[in-house]
């Protein structure tokens, strides 16, 4: 199995190590390997303080399931990928998905009530991107070398905008010296290098921090590069930092945005559907307009209803719309469709596949959506129900194994 295999067929990370591992050994060029400390300091990084974790634990853990995996070797004190022929193609989209898990646990399992969400432009142009993504930080800078004191060439720390303005004066960037100051470890940041694309998503590994010995981008924070962005998030950002008070990226990241799917394909449908690789739609869908808009990446899940219970036939990310005519039909195009494994107890045979019943809590959760209607065949879902559908144990609630 290939390590971009290994990846997409590995949707249960119930912590970051195994993406932070991969990441730090692929960020590595030359030979995809680094010292264990190397890694054991990642993990602790980007953990955050949390009280139950132990990185001696934490490394044991991972070592075991990437080396029974054949993922990595280990020799002495190098830790190393087994997979040395990685392509560029493939290497970009491990870093993509390995950066993804690690901002989705960030999100759902790390981030306090106190941090926040900001949008920062590396520059006016984009002329300070390289030097962001090359040292690992992210800065505002409004310095003019003849005025210091008036352009907020001093340590903003513990300042309040008032303060900030009583020494610099009343500019227009007084509210994004502000930002930056109030910026704290464990925030995530939106890099825009135009008016509309995130670049990219970093967390932050510090707090706000003035550095006086450079001659620019003084007012500094560290961050993590996640090698991956969104042209989903439509906002423009005038302003060198702002934070993201419309919480655009962080439904982006919950789910509230409707990036996930539930796709109705009944045994004997009328569509023309390819199971788990074409799904057939037209115009008249309900919804379809929605998600043609979101394009390739929607997460989706197939279902099907019997006697007034959901069941799912497997999930998969949209490759590809493909056009059959012209503004009237398309069909959604899977590389990746995954079906559910049958459970004994619950699920209904249908065309060679086990489909999964949903339980209760799943059940009731799809028919309080506010855009649900038993007649229809496409509609959004949140990213909880979504991993509920994903994760959900049968045994729980239906009794029996799960898959």
């Known amino acids: 199995m290939s390590l971009l295999e290994f990846l997409k067929n590995n949707p249960t990370m119930f912590q970051n190590y195994q993406a932070i591992v991969i990441k730090t050994l692929l960020e590595n060029d030359s030979e995809f390997s680094a010292t264990i400390n190397e890694i054991k300091n990642k993990i602790v990084e980007l953990n955050f303080d949390r009280e139950d974790f132990e990185i001696n634990s934490a490394w044991s853990t991972v070592k075991k399931v990437l080396d029974d995996h054949n993922v990595i070797s280990i020799n002495g004190e190098n830790v190393k990928l087994n997979n040395e022929n990685i392509s560029d193609v493939e290497k970009t989209e491990c870093l993509k998905i390995c950066g993804d898990k690690i901002l989705q646990h960030h999100v759902n399992k790390l981030m306090k ?89 970093a967390i932050t590994t510090s707090d706000y921090y003035y550095k006086n010995s450079v001659n620019e981008n003084k007012h500094r924070v560290n961050v993590e590069f996640l090698h991956f962005g969104s042209s989903k998030i439509g906002n423009p950002v005038p302003k060198g930092i702002m934070r993201d008070t419309q919480n655009k990226i962080k439904d982006f990241f919950t789910g509230d945005d409707s990036e996930y799917f539930l796709l109705r394909h009944n ?24 998600l043609r808009e979101l394009g390739p990446g929607t997460k989706t899940i197939w279902f099907t209803k019997k006697s007034g219970e959901f069941y799912f036939w497997g999930y998969g ?24 494994v049958r459970n004994y107890d619950t699920s209904i045979p249908a065309r060679g596949k086990f489909l999964k019943k949903a339980n209760n809590s799943t059940k009731e959760k799809i028919e309080n959506l506010p855009k649900y209607n038993i007649q229809t065949s496409m509609f959004p879902i949140t990213k909880k129900i979504y991993d509920q559908i994903l994760s959900q144990d049968l045994s729980h609630n239906n009794g029996g194994s799960t898959y």
Do not use: C, M
């Open 317 to 340: 990310s949209v490759n590809e719309i493909e056009p059959i005519q012209e503004n009237l039909e398309w069909n959604l195009v899977y590389a990746d469709f995954k079906y559910f």
């Open 267 to 290: 045994i004997d449908g009328t569509w023309k559907d390819d199971l788990g690789k074409k799904y057939h739609f037209g115009k008249t869908v309900p919804n379809q307009k929605k």
């Open 113 to 201: 009530k106190e941090n926040q969400y900001y949008y920062i432009r590396p520059g006016v142009n984009g002329e300070f991107w390289k030097e962001f993504r090359t040292n690992n930080f992210v800065a505002v800078d409004y310095l003019d070398q003849n005025k210091p004191e008036s352009t907020g060439d001093f340590d903003l720390s513990g300042l309040t905008k008032d303060e900030i303005s009583k020494r610099k004066g009343n500019t227009d960037d007084n509210t994004e010296l502000f930002n930056i100051s109030q910026i704290k470890k464990g925030d995530i940041v939106a890099i825009v290098n135009n008016l509309k694309t995130i670049e990219e998503f």
